[in-house]
């Protein structure tokens, strides 16, 4: 399926520590989306990496993909406590209603 | 900014009420998305509409419509609440990808306990 499934379902570190998540897909893709949750809050979108891109950086974030292995990672580097959220990526095919699935997500704590 | 906000943060009723959600976006997006959210589940598609009057089931209809009489509402009915969608209720739009890449945004939920 389109879905994505992210690894570990729950990450601990201490603040200063990079974080590092999984995400792993079925189909072949357009773009590969990370979105981050908020404890009770909806999902905010954090960046985007189409096929033909291997590597992302956003400020913190690097995002890598690799679609022979269907596979994308997301590190968060020197983390802080704020970084504590829930994690989701969403592999995406693309088309014209831009239907995404997420997956169950990576429950990151960032422990001062 | 975009923009996306639900009627509501908490809401709690009765079996067997009728109950509406609703979701306002300002930023013109062509779809839009209803999902629930339930522990251990991740989220889930509802309903999604790609245009006014428009509207597609999602992985887990059952329970519920939709309505989108204008581009920029939509809003999740269900028909006659029942404890087991007792839930976070959330809500996205997004552009057509042709021109977003499919990005959606989320607004900041609504939780639902059903008594």
């Known amino acids: 399926s389109q879905q994505g499934e992210e690894d570990p379902q729950a990450l601990s570190i201490q603040e200063g520590e990079n974080a590092t998540m999984n995400c792993s897909y079925k189909?072949?893709?357009?773009?590969l989306q990370w979105y981050r949750q908020n404890s009770g809050r909806g999902l905010v979108h954090l960046i985007l990496?189409?096929?033909?891109?291997r590597e992302k950086h956003s400020g913190r974030l690097r995002v890598t993909l690799d679609t022979s292995k269907k596979s994308s990672s997301l590190l968060i580097t020197a983390s802080r406590a704020a970084d504590t959220a829930s994690y989701f990526c969403?592999?995406?095919?693309?088309?014209?209603?831009?239907?995404?699935?997420f997956g169950k997500g990576t429950k990151l704590s960032v422990k001062p | 900014d975009v923009k996306v906000t639900q009627s509501s943060r908490y809401l709690v009723k009765r079996t067997g009420e009728k109950v509406f959600l609703e979701c306002v976006q300002d930023?013109?997006?062509?779809?839009m998305f209803w999902y629930r959210q339930d522990p251990g589940l991740g989220l889930r598609l509802i309903y999604f509409?790609?245009?006014?009057?428009?509207?597609e089931k999602g992985d887990i209809p059952e329970g519920y419509s939709v309505s989108r009489e204008k581009k920029e509402r939509f809003s999740l009915i269900l028909e006659s609440a029942s404890t087991n969608q007792t839930s976070m209720y959330l809500c996205?739009?997004?552009?057509?990808?042709?021109?977003?890449?499919?990005?959606?945004?989320f607004g900041a939920g609504t939780r639902l306990s059903v008594l």
């Open positions: 996205a739009s997004s552009p057509t990808p042709g021109q977003g890449a499919g990005i959606q945004y």
């Open positions: 189909t072949s893709i357009n773009n």
């Open positions: 990496i189409r096929s033909n891109e």
């Open positions: 969403a592999p995406s095919k693309g088309g014209s209603q831009g239907n995404l699935i």
């Open positions: 930023m013109d997006h062509e779809n």
């Open positions: 509409s790609y245009d006014v009057k428009m509207k």
